[in-house]
C-alpha cells in the first residue's frame, strides 16, 4: 500500500548498511529559501551505504593529513597579520568543536582569532559557563544577540509552519560570522566540521570551503527569501517588521566577494573527531560536559549543550523524519570505530526520540504556545509512511535496524 509521505521525504526507508542513518534524515541547505518543511535527503548509494559513510572510508585510508596541514599552514601563511590585528574568525558557541579549532589555530598554527557567537535562545546554566571558560582560555569575541522579541516570533513561526523551532538559530549560525568579518576586515572565517561528513553528498567534502549560496543572495532585488515558511514581504504582519530582519538576511554575493572572505572548515584539513575534541577541549578551556550525566533523546553527554531548545530541535526531527538525536550520535561513532553497529541500533532504539521534558516549558513560554496547541502542531507533522497508532499512541513503523 503507498501512504502518503510529508516533507519531501522518500516513501521507501532505508537504513545505511554500516551505521545507523535513513534515507529519510534530512541533508543541509539554505534556510532562507524554505517555503515549506519539504527538505532534500541524505544521499545513498545503490549499495545501500550512505555518502557519509563512503566517505569515512576514503577519509580512513586516502587523504594525505600531512598534505592537508600544508594546505592550512599556507593557508594561515597568507592571511596572518603582523600588526595585531584579528586576521582569522571562528564562529562557535563555546562547545568541544569552536574550543577545538580557535586553541589550535592561535596556540599552534600562530593565528589571533575573533570568536563570533550567534547567541543561543536560551542559554543553558552548562551552555553559559562553557562559553566563559573558552574565552578565559584567551579569545575575544563578539556575541551577536538578536532582538529577543523578534527572534522568539521567528521561533514561533518556524515551529508552526516547518516544524523546526531551531531554524532562526541556524540562520543566524551561518550568516552572524561573514557579517562580522566584513565590518572587521578579516577575510579567513574557519567553522569546524563540514556537514556533509554526517549528511550531505561526498562530493561536498573534496572542499575546504563553504558553499557561498548559505550566506549569500545575488542582489537586494531577490526577494525569494522565507523565514518560518513567511515571505519576507509579509513579516511585519506577525510582529517583525525588515528593519528587524537585517540579523537574518543574507548578505550581498559582491560584499563578500570583493571583501574575498573564504569560509573554511576545520574538518577538510585535520580527522576530524568529536570525541577527541571533547577530551581537548576539556583540557585545555575546562569545558564541562551535561551535568546531568547524558542529554535528553540520545546517550551522549558533551555535544549540543548550550541551548534550552535543543531538545526540541532533536524531537522535531525525530517526529518528521524517523530518527533524532542518538542517530546523530550514533553514526558518528560507528564511523570513527567507537561503537559497532549493533551496539549503534541498540542504543537509537533505546533514546532516540525521547521527549525532552527538562526544558519544556521553557520553550511554550519562549514561543508563546500551551501544550495542547504544541501537541497538535508536533502530530500533525507524523507522516503516515512513518508513524500508525496503537489505540492512543504513536508507533514508529521503522524501528532503527
Known sequence: MNLVTKHGLPQTVIFC????????????????????????????????????????EYKAGRIDWSAREKELLELCARHRRKDGSYDVIVPGSG????????????????????TVTWAPHIYTDIGWKNFQNWLKSGFDSVLV??????????T??????????????????????????LQYNVPLIMYGENQAECHNVMGENFSPLMDIKHFTRESTSDREL????????????????????????????????????????????????PQYNYYYAKEH?????????????????????????????????????????????ACRDIRDGHITREEGVVLCNKYDGEFPKKYFGDFLGY?????????????????PHLWGKDGNAWVLKHQTR
Not at 548550550?306 to 531538545?311: E, H, L
Not at 504556545?369 to 507522516?383: F, G, H, I, N, T
Request: with cysteine; aromatic share 12%.
Open 226 to 273: 522565507y523565514f518560518g515558511g513567511v515571505h519576507i514581504d509579509d513579516m511585519a504582519q506577525h510582529g517583525v517588521p525588515l528593519h528587524e530582519m537585517n540579523p537574518y538576511l543574507p548578505l550581498l554575493r559582491e560584499d563578500v566577494v570583493k571583501a574575498r572572505i573564504e569560509v573554511h572548515y576545520m574538518s577538510y584539513y585535520v580527522p576530524w573527531s
Open 285 to 329: 578551556a575546562a569545558f564541562e560536559p551535561n551535568p546531568d550525566g547524558r542529554s535528553e533523546g540520545t546517550y551522549s553527554k558533551y555535544a549540543s549543550l548550550d541551548d534550552r531548545i535543543d531538545g526540541q530541535h532533536y524531537f522535531t526531527m525525530f517526529v518528521k523524519f524517523g530518527q533524532g538525536r542518538a542517530m546523530n550520535d
Open 145 to 154: 544577540t538578536p532582538n529577543p522579541k523578534a527572534h522568539s516570533i521567528m
Open 367 to 383: 514561543v508563546g504556545l500551551d501544550e495542547d496547541k504544541y501537541w497538535e502542531v508536533v502530530d500533525s507533522a507524523r507522516s
Open 95 to 114: 562547545g568541544k568543536d569552536s574550543i577545538f579549532v580557535t586553541h589550535l589555530l592561535k596556540y599552534k598554527y600562530g593565528m589571533n582569532p575573533l
Open 17 to 56: 548498511r554500516r551505521c545507523v542513518m535513513s534515507n529519510q534524515r534530512p541533508s543541509t541547505s539554505p534556510e532562507f529559501r524554505k517555503k515549506s518543511s519539504d527538505i532534500g535527503t541524505a544521499a545513498f548509494g545503490d549499495d545501500g551505504i550512505c555518502d557519509a559513510c563512503r566517505y569515512a
Open 156 to 181: 514561533r513561526l518556524a515551529f508552526l509552519n516547518l516544524v523546526n523551532p531551531f531554524q532562526p538559530f541556524i540562520l543566524g549560525q551561518k550568516i552572524a560570522a561573514p557579517r562580522v568579518a
